[in-house]
């Protein structure tokens, strides 16, 4: 369903038709800001697959938050993926592509948050990042002000990452369900700007909801930790500790390395989340363009995550390193004219002898297997 902004039957919208004919530029295509995003989205894809699969060469990188830290690597990951679906099927769009002349008054300016969810289901990836981030680092810095606050009981408590991660997923999970109902059942007929931006692409109540959560969420756990770290560096933090300097040294590790990752997580998923809302509050349907920049700075998390990889990891050639270990084993594939004895027998020895001591191992276990029956 759309609107032919020139017949309105509802007479909510008659100021919304003034103020698009008063300032025409809001009603433009933003042609060139979806560009940028596109750009943006593809260059952050590209970061993110690569560390995100690095995180998954060794179990002991990015230790003690591995698993933490490959989840964000894979919520980030999707959130690129679902802007450039966005930047892409806009701009390819040819209905959007006829207000790039300067067209203002157009049957697309506005749509019902109905037809933002059923037109941009990628959509769903980017409500899903942004409300998992956040449940990440409030979870995150709990857990390291636990572990302060009451550091002999959890000397003995467990906490597996597996669990809480299935459990933020779950609750993100069941608000992305409370977002679709009031877009598709209760409100489908609730107006919003063509952009259908995630915050409010499911209707402003539910907007304002999944606003305040995740502003709440990053800047608790983003406080929670830095009162972690705090407590660890006091004078007393060895007595508070009960004189185990070994846990003391451990937990100072693992709050730097946990602050890390929540400040990059609140700059780039907090902050952006607060300018929203106040643009919002500003103006409803204007600064469009002003909108669509803040907007990008979720994907631009990208950056911050490069930084996380030269920080968190510590063990490992690194993803150079290992990217020229391969190149080397892809070379001595096969024997070159110039290469030296050393060489060639180094090669025989690691990559030929090693396959028949592997298979001359595995006949004596066979054999031996054969025996036993």
């Given at each position: 369903m759309m609107m032919n902004m020139k017949?309105?039957?509802n007479p909510d919208l008659n100021g919304i038709s003034i103020y698009l004919t008063l300032n025409p530029d809001e009603g433009a295509f933003l042609g060139q800001e979806y560009r940028i995003q596109l750009v943006l989205s593809i260059i952050a894809l590209f970061i993110n697959v690569i560390i995100y699969a690095y995180a998954y060469s060794s179990r002991e990188r990015f230790c003690p938050h591995v698993t933490m830290f490959r989840t964000m690597m894979f919520i980030d990951t999707l959130n690129s993926i679902g802007y450039l679906l966005d930047a892409f099927t806009t701009l390819i769009n040819k209905n959007l592509m006829d207000l790039e002349n300067g067209v203002v008054i157009s049957s697309e300016i506005l749509v019902p948050v109905q037809k933002c969810t059923s037109d941009k289901p990628y959509s769903f990836f980017i409500l899903l990042s942004r409300q998992w981030t956040a449940m990440l680092t409030l979870v995150m810095g709990l857990e390291r002000f636990l572990f302060v606050a009451y550091p002999l009981w959890f000397k003995v408590v467990r906490v597996r990452r597996t669990p809480i991660v299935l459990f933020t997923l779950s609750f993100v999970l069941l608000s992305a369900c409370i977002g679709y109902t009031n877009s598709l059942f209760i409100q489908p007929f609730e107006w919003t700007f063509y952009t259908c931006e995630n915050t409010w692409a499911y209707g402003d109540n539910y907007g304002f909801f999944q606003a305040g959560l995740i502003i709440a969420q990053q800047y608790f756990g983003w406080f929670f930790c830095f009162y972690a770290w705090c407590v660890v560096r006091r004078r007393n933090a060895l007595r508070h500790f009960g004189s185990n300097r070994i846990r003391l040294q451990s937990e100072r590790r693992k709050i730097r390395k946990a602050i890390w990752m929540i400040s990059a997580m609140t700059l780039f998923n907090g902050f952006p989340e607060i300018?929203?809302?106040?643009?919002?509050?500003?103006?409803?349907?204007?600064?469009?363009?002003?909108?669509?920049?803040?907007?990008?700075?979720?994907?631009?998390?990208?950056?911050?995550?490069?930084?996380?990889?030269?920080v968190l990891d510590r063990m490992g050639p690194g993803i150079i390193g290992l990217f020229k270990k391969w190149w080397i084993k892809r070379r001595k594939m096969r024997v070159e004219p110039s290469d030296s004895v050393a060489s060639v027998s180094y090669y025989v020895n690691n990559r030929i002898g090693g396959k028949f001591k592997t298979n001359s191992k595995n006949r004596q276990l066979q054999t031996r297997l054969s025996r036993q029956r």
């Open positions: 017949d309105f039957s300018s929203i809302v106040v643009l919002r509050l500003i103006s409803e349907f204007g600064l469009q363009r002003i909108k669509i920049i803040v907007s990008q700075f979720f994907i631009c998390k990208c950056f911050a995550n490069i930084i996380l990889y030269f």
